[in-house]
Nanobody
Framework: QVQFVESGGGLVQPGGSLRLSCAAS?????????MEWYRQTPGKQRELVAV???????NYADSVKGRFTISRDDAKKRVYLQMNSLKPEDAGVYYC????????WGQGTQVTVSS
C-alpha cells in the first residue's frame, strides 16, 4: 500500500518560510503519478493545496498561488512544498498524497503561523 511520511512543519512568524518534505513508499514508479499536498484546519475539510503533475506542470489553490512552490524528486520518491510569505490562515496539518488522494494518509506535519 502506498504510504507517506511528512516532515518540516513548525512554528513560524507571519511572513516567514517553511519547506515541507514528503517521503513516499509503496509506489514503484513515482514519475507516473500526480503528487499532491493537502492542508487540513480544524472544522474544515481537507483541501488540495498544490499538485505536481506527472507531465511536469503544477497547480495551486488560489489562496497559495505565488507563495507556495511544489516540487518533486522522483528518483528519491520525495515531494516538497516550499512555503513563503506565510499567513496565519496557512496554518494547519499538511499531508501529501498522490493521484487524487489514492494513498494511505500519513500523520501529516503541523504548520503554525503566529507572532
Amino acid at each position: 500500500q502506498v504510504q507517506f511520511v511528512e516532515s518540516g512543519g513548525g512554528l513560524v512568524q507571519p511572513g516567514g518560510s517553511l519547506r515541507l518534505s514528503c517521503a513516499a513508499s509503496g509506489i514503484i514508479i513515482v514519475s507516473l503519478y500526480n503528487m499532491e499536498w493537502y492542508r487540513q484546519t480544524p472544522g474544515k475539510q481537507r483541501e488540495l493545496v498544490a499538485v505536481a503533475n506527472a507531465v511536469g506542470t503544477t497547480n495551486y489553490a488560489d489562496s497559495v498561488k505565488g507563495r507556495f512552490t511544489i516540487s518533486r524528486d522522483d528518483a528519491k520518491k520525495r515531494v516538497y512544498l516550499q512555503m513563503n510569505s506565510l499567513k496565519p490562515e496557512d496554518a494547519g496539518v499538511y499531508y501529501c498524497n498522490y493521484h487524487g488522494a489514492q494513498g494511505r494518509w500519513g500523520q501529516g506535519t503541523q504548520v503554525t503561523v503566529s507572532s
